[in-house]
């Protein structure tokens, strides 16, 4: 089902399905885009302030960005305009299981392009656990009704 601005009034939440970090899949996304040992390598990964390895906060961002998309299903696609407040209060680590909710803090339909709206969100991306591992406030463009 695809969705367009008017199937998210303010205050909805949608929760995504959950999708399991592996160690090989921490390791090829550092080795090409975060490329520091304590993502790399568990034995430097156990000496570091991380204590073990740890995903790239970057790798939990495309991780939170895949489930958001499945999530939210809009109709030709939803475009970011602005990230705030991005934080990973906990690090991801090999074998966790992460889920994001979606809060829309407010919708409206955009005054300069007709036939598109504006929502404010806020994602939280959690493990298994309930520990947040990431959490930021979004505005994007997505496709109205009318």
Same mark, same amino acid.
């Given at each position: 089902?695809?969705?367009? &601005?008017?199937?998210? +009034?303010?205050?909805?939440?949608?929760? @995504?399905?959950? !999708?399991?970090?592996?160690?090989?899949?921490? $390791?090829? *996304?550092?080795?090409?885009?975060? +490329?520091?040992?304590?993502? &790399? /390598?568990?034995?430097?990964?156990?000496?570091? !302030? *991380?204590?073990?390895?740890?995903?790239?906060? #970057?790798?939990?961002?495309?991780? %939170?960005? =895949? &489930?958001?998309?499945?999530?939210?299903?809009?109709?030709?696609? $939803?475009?970011?305009?602005? $990230?705030?407040? &991005? =934080? #990973?209060?906990?690090?991801? =680590?090999?074998? /966790?299981? !992460?889920?994001?909710?979606?809060?829309? !803090?407010?919708?409206?339909?955009?005054? @300069?392009? +007709?036939?598109?709206? $504006?929502?404010?969100?806020?994602?939280? %991306?959690?493990?298994? =656990?309930?520990?947040?591992?990431?959490?930021?406030?979004?505005?994007?463009?997505?496709?109205? #009704?009318?």
């Amino acid at each position: 089902m695809s969705r367009f &601005l008017e199937d998210f +009034p303010p205050g909805t939440r949608l929760r @995504s399905r959950t !999708l399991e970090v592996t160690r090989e899949d921490m $390791i090829a *996304f550092a080795r090409e885009f975060d +490329p520091q040992q304590f993502h &790399l /390598d568990e034995e430097a990964a156990a000496r570091s !302030l *991380f204590g073990g390895l740890a995903a790239s906060g #970057w790798h939990t961002a495309a991780m %939170t960005m =895949r &489930l958001f998309v499945e999530t939210v299903d809009v109709a030709g696609g $939803i475009i970011g305009m602005a $990230i705030d407040e &991005l =934080r #990973w209060p906990t690090a991801v =680590r090999p074998g /966790d299981r !992460l889920q994001v909710e979606v809060e829309v !803090l407010e919708a409206r339909r955009s005054q @300069s392009k +007709p036939g598109q709206g $504006i929502l404010r969100l806020r994602n939280t %991306t959690t493990n298994e =656990r309930g520990e947040i591992v990431q959490t930021f406030l979004a505005s994007a463009m997505l496709p109205s #009704w009318s």
